[in-house]
C-alpha cells in the first residue's frame, strides 16, 4: 500500500500554486483513498500550516434536514409533513451538523477560531483571514461570488477538490447563479427559534451537461500526483 504523508499533500498542493496567503475552498471526501496518515485532520492541518493566517480555509456545512419536507423529494411522506414541520429543531449555527462531506467538516467546525455562517442550509465555515460579512450574507446569496463565495474572486483564490470531481464544484454552481443557468427553485429551511421561524432563499439547479459547460469558464488544473481526483479550480482572466 502506498500511504501519504503530511509532506506528500503539502508538495501536492504547493505544485497546484497553493502557497502563503491563498484562499482555499475545500472540497473534500476521502472515503475513496487508503493510505492516508491522519486522514481529514492530516488535510485541514496541511492547508492551516501551508497558507497561514493570512490566507484562508473555507469549508460547505451544508444542512438540508433543516429544510421544509417539501423540498426533500418525498423524503417524507406528504401525509406527515405537518408533523414534521411542527417538530423540526431547525437549524443552528452551533449544534447543527454539517451533512456535505461530513467527515472533513464536522471535524474542522470544531477546531479554534472557526466561525460559521448563518444560512439555514448552505452555511460555510471560515477560518483565517476573512471579512466577517460573509458570515451574514443575504440568504439567496449563499452560493454566488457575491456572497459566500465572494473571496473566490481574488487572484490567489482557489477551489481545492481532494476526491471530488470538477462537475461536483461550488465554484461550477456558483457560475450558474452569475448566468442564471439551470433551473431556479424556491427552497424553505426553518431556524431554531421559540416560534416557528422560517426563511425562504432561491437556488440554481444545473445537470450535468450545464455543469460540464459551465466547466469552460473556469480554470482547472489536475495534480500530477499518483493520487486521484484532486484538482484546484480558478476563476478564468
Known sequence: MEIYTKEDFKQIFIDLGI???????????LDRYSGLVGNCQMLIETLQELIGDTGLLCMPCFSYSCLDPACLDNYFPYEKWKEVRENLPGFHVIYTPSEIYKDCTNLFLRYKDVYRSNHPVYSFAYWGNFDEDVLKVDVNDALSFHGSLSFLNEKNACNLLVGVSPEKSLMVQALSNEYQLGKTIVQRAFLRSKRQLTKSFIVQVVDDEISRDLLDGLDVLQSESSLENVYVLRKGG
Not at 502557497?19 to 471526501?29: F, I
Open 19 to 29: 502557497q502563503k496567503g491563498s484562499k482555499v475552498l475545500l472540497e473534500a471526501d
